[in-house]
């Protein structure tokens, strides 16, 4: 079955890069009309979508994060990675990594979700 699994620091300090790795089994990144994504649900907040890669390579970043935000992938680890640069401490979240399906609304498969904590 597919599982994704998010790994990475726990703690950034401010103004440092966030990186983190997505790590998939099951399937390839390179599948035809699959979406890579990268979410994350800060505290007491809703979730937020920060971008994706798709199965070609192209990426598509959200407009407000755009400026700090790249994500790229690794075929030949089946891995694809989020960096987010410079980051403060309002970039405190869970992250999440996740799959979706071209024209299919929604995720259907999620990473765990890994904390990260921005702070001194």
């Known amino acids: 079955q597919v599982q994704l699994q998010e790994s990475g620091p726990g703690l950034v300090k401010p103004s440092q890069t966030l990186s983190l790795t997505c790590t998939v089994s099951?399937?390839?990144?390179?599948?035809?009309?699959?979406?890579w994504s990268w979410i994350r649900q800060p505290p007491r907040k809703g979730l937020e979508w920060m971008g994706e890669?798709?199965?070609?390579?192209?990426?598509q970043y959200s407009p407000s994060l755009k400026t700090r935000t790249s994500i790229s992938r690794d075929t030949s680890k089946n891995q694809f990675t989020l960096q987010l640069s410079p980051v403060t401490p309002e970039d405190t979240a869970v992250y999440f990594c996740?799959?979706?399906?071209?024209?299919?609304?929604?995720?259907?498969?999620w990473g765990q979700g890994t904390q990260v904590t921005v702070s001194s």
């Open positions: 996740a799959k979706s399906l071209r024209n299919r609304p929604g995720w259907e498969h």
């Open positions: 099951g399937t390839s990144i390179i599948t035809n009309n699959v979406y």
């Open positions: 890669i798709a199965y070609s390579g192209s990426t």
